[in-house]
């Protein structure tokens, strides 16, 4: 009885089970109360919101707010706008940064640490370093506003956190038997079309785990977008940040009625609406985000 | 020698493509802005004009924009208080993911949620609404006015922004569950026939494994936290760059003075955490 409640080395009892997942599910609390905040207050009536008795459940599933939310964000367009700008520059990246992985995982060459440096480098330069001459350069050009200004840097390897993905690739590269390469070698097949024909096809999942992680992270980016696609189609992020001034156009505080300013709910519906395209997408491929980092082999050495 | 040849040109094959990215949307601009920082930049209809001041933007920063030294103040102050809380709550974490529990994927899809969802517009609407404090945490605690100045801001945004800088541990705590799968059980074993307690074992076993991801964990988040686009001196910097007085030669300074700081910060911690971690433990 005692060893059933307290458990022993290797093997934990009842009572610390309990233990551990009532401390779990008090961080998980704390940890998600900003994302349950959300989705309660996105749900409440004005009247709700008023109501010192309404905390945590409204009287009634209020979706005025995101009826309103979705007006104010042109969210047909803006989620088009945000999907291009994810997905594109994410295809390219991860293509491009599998190539650098793969030649620095294969190949033994002068300036391999250099190399190394440089992509270090540019995962640490703040864009704030770089981004003027890029945007004065794009304006010159006529790029600024439109889906190349980030496209290109992309396709050079140049995007978004890029070196995280060098490395997911160096190592999943790494970590692949040669043999197969050695045996295609021999047979006379050229470099590159070892690399497409076998390497590829043996990291598929790392090219999964690129593409996810890259995705969300252009999705979430504002700073670079914000200011190369000036003028261009905003992006979901960037429309949130342009709410309060997108309702009172919609809606001008003199003119709609009380009940129509723009309050806590119709903000929180708009926040929602922003996450909720990567948030689905998470719940779908969530196994590729959580278990990616084992898989790559991501750790400090 | 015409093997080592052959990998030459195969390697610098497959890098070759973003190394001429690298050149133009790496090493140009940033040597460009490095330029711009030394001049007065004035836009033209056609382009730019330049006209060089030598150090005058780098001594305005430093000694005329009160506002700036104390943005970069309480950015250092704020990522020195952030990192641990980051570092520590990921181990928490990680260590308790790491234990046989039933359901364990689930909270492991939950922690690495919100890495998801991050973005600084959905952070500023959930800061303004006052959601990211601890529940329960009174807004604005009376021990609070006891403590010294810097300290107080840098305190005072820990309890602000408690549970936003958790939501930067998420990539952390995957890094760190990935290394204590790694360990050896063997080891522990060998350590409880030798008589260890479990206390023991987790200071001479459990921690020294988490020392090198340590290290890598907090560059990651310091970088994280100094490149997030809500950050007061990145957004500081922005609008500096479309201000009429001073404009794009004066933003180029903050922002190589903003790089220094990090790199000093970056510097500071990561050394400070390397010889921790050689020391093993």
């Known amino acids: 009885m005692r060893k059933y409640l307290l458990g022993n080395r290797g093997r934990l009892g009842l009572l610390p089970h309990l233990a551990l997942y009532a401390v779990l599910i008090a961080i998980g609390f704390v940890y998600l109360y900003p994302l349950l905040y959300m989705v309660v207050t996105s749900l409440k009536s004005p009247l709700d919101l008023l109501s010192p008795l309404v905390e945590w459940v409204p009287t009634e599933l209020y979706w005025g707010n995101y009826a309103r939310a979705v007006r104010v964000l042109g969210y047909g367009r803006a989620l088009g706008a945000s999907a291009l700008m994810s997905i594109v520059p994410s295809l390219l990246q991860a293509a491009v940064t599998s190539l650098v992985g793969y030649g620095l995982a294969r190949y033994r060459f002068r300036g391999r640490a250099l190399v190394w440096l440089l992509i270090l480098l540019t995962f640490i330069i703040p864009p704030q370093t770089t981004f003027i001459p890029l945007m004065l350069r794009y304006r010159e050009l006529g790029l600024l506003g439109s889906p190349l200004a980030l496209i290109l840097p992309a396709a050079l390897g140049q995007g978004y956190r890029s070196a995280i993905f060098v490395l997911i690739f160096y190592l999943a590269f790494r970590s692949l038997p040669q043999a197969l390469e050695e045996s295609a070698r021999l047979d006379g097949a050229s470099e590159l079309r070892i690399f497409a024909s076998i390497a590829i096809p043996s990291a598929l999942a790392a090219y999964i785990v690129a593409l996810v992680f890259s995705v969300v992270w252009y999705w979430n980016e504002t700073f670079l977008t914000g200011i190369f696609l000036e003028g261009g189609a905003a992006t979901l992020p960037l429309r949130l940040a342009q709410f309060a001034q997108a309702y009172e156009r919609l809606y001008p505080p003199g003119v709609v009625n009380p009940f129509e300013r723009l309050n806590e709910a119709v903000r929180m519906s708009g926040t929602m609406l922003n996450i909720l395209p990567p948030l689905v997408m998470y719940f779908i491929l969530q196994r590729w985000f959580v278990e990616s980092l084992e898989r790559t082999g991501v750790t400090g050495e | ?281």
Do not use: C
């Open chain 2, 1 to 281: 020698m015409k093997l080592r040849w052959r990998q030459a040109v195969y390697g610098y094959g497959f890098v070759g493509l973003w190394l001429v990215g690298f050149a133009l949307f790496s090493l140009w601009p940033l040597v460009e802005t490095l330029r711009y920082s030394l001049h007065a930049v004035t836009v033209t209809a056609t382009g730019i004009a330049l006209e060089f001041v030598g150090a005058a933007n780098y001594a305005r920063a430093l000694a005329a924009d009160p506002r700036f030294i104390e943005l970069v103040i309480s950015y250092t102050l704020e990522t020195l208080v952030a990192v641990p809380v980051v570092l520590v709550f990921a181990i928490t974490i990680a260590l308790f993911l790491n234990l046989p529990l039933a359901g364990r994927g689930a909270f492991r899809t939950l922690f690495f949620l919100p890495v998801v969802i991050t973005s600084g517009p959905v952070m500023r609407e959930l800061v303004a609404q006052g959601a990211t404090r601890l529940p329960g945490l009174a807004a604005d605690p009376a021990w609070l006015a006891q403590l010294p100045g810097a300290l107080q801001g840098a305190i005072a945004y820990l309890l602000e922004a408690f549970v936003l800088i958790l939501w930067f541990s998420g990539v952390q705590i995957l890094i760190y569950l990935a290394s204590l799968q790694k360990i050896d059980r063997g080891l522990y074993e060998a350590a409880a026939i030798d008589g260890a307690s479990a206390w023991e074992a987790f200071w001479k076993i459990t921690l020294p494994a988490l020392a090198a991801p340590t290290v890598v964990n907090a560059i990651y988040t310091i970088v994280t936290l100094s490149h997030f686009a809500e950050n007061p001196v990145v957004r500081y910097i922005y609008e500096r760059t479309y201000a009429l007085q001073g404009g794009i030669g004066y933003a180029s300074a903050l922002a190589f003075v903003y790089f220094g700081v990090m790199a000093l910060l970056l510097l500071l911690v990561a050394l400070t955490l390397a010889r921790w971690a050689q020391r093993g433990v």
